[in-house]
């Protein structure tokens, strides 16, 4: 069903260290997205350079996967109509300069190479990040007591 879309987002390190995960989660929580798992754990560079594969070639790959694995990180999963692209928009563009005012990098963070979150850029790459990050059995399966007061 189209409302059971699913996303990848996490939280990097500086939004752990910057204390700004609440502010992140309330926003995917006020949206009406359900949280369908949450973790929160060092990443290992292997980890981290499979999720960042198709990267692999840029020259700020080595900075990006030692920027990721220098702190914890706040893997989730939440989901909701359009969940993808409604994600994405939130976020705001990768580069800060460019993210409108409203989104979570628009009004959270300044420098690409510190840009608090990530999210899944298609529901292909969500599924293959959700798998990667995530076993069956985090995902949490259970209805929102408001789920009829976000859907018509
Ligand atoms: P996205 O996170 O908005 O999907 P991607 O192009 O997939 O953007 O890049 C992944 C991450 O790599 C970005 O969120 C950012 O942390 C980092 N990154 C992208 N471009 C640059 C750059 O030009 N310099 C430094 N870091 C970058
Ligand atoms: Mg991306």
């Not at 800060?96 to 628009?106: K, Q």
Request: glycine share 8%; with cysteine.
């Amino acid at each position: 069903m189209a409302n059971s879309e699913r996303t990848f987002i996490m939280c990097k390190p500086d939004a752990v260290h910057r204390g700004i995960v609440g502010e992140i989660i309330k926003r995917f929580e006020a949206k009406g997205f359900k949280l369908v798992a949450m973790k929160f754990m060092w990443a290992s560079k292997e980890l981290l350079e499979k999720h960042y594969a198709d990267l692999s070639s840029r020259p700020f790959f080595p900075g990006l996967v030692s920027y990721m694995s220098s702190g914890p990180v706040v893997p989730m999963v939440w989901e909701g109509l359009n969940a993808v692209k409604t994600g994405r928009v939130m976020l705001g563009a990768t580069n800060p300069a460019d993210s409108a005012p409203g989104t979570i990098r628009g009004d959270l963070c300044v420098q690409v190479g510190r840009n608090i979150i990530h999210g899944s850029d298609s529901v292909e790459s969500a599924n293959k990040e959700i798998a990667l990050w995530f076993n069956d059995n985090e995902l949490v399966s259970w209805k929102p007591a408001s789920v009829d007061w976000v859907y018509e």
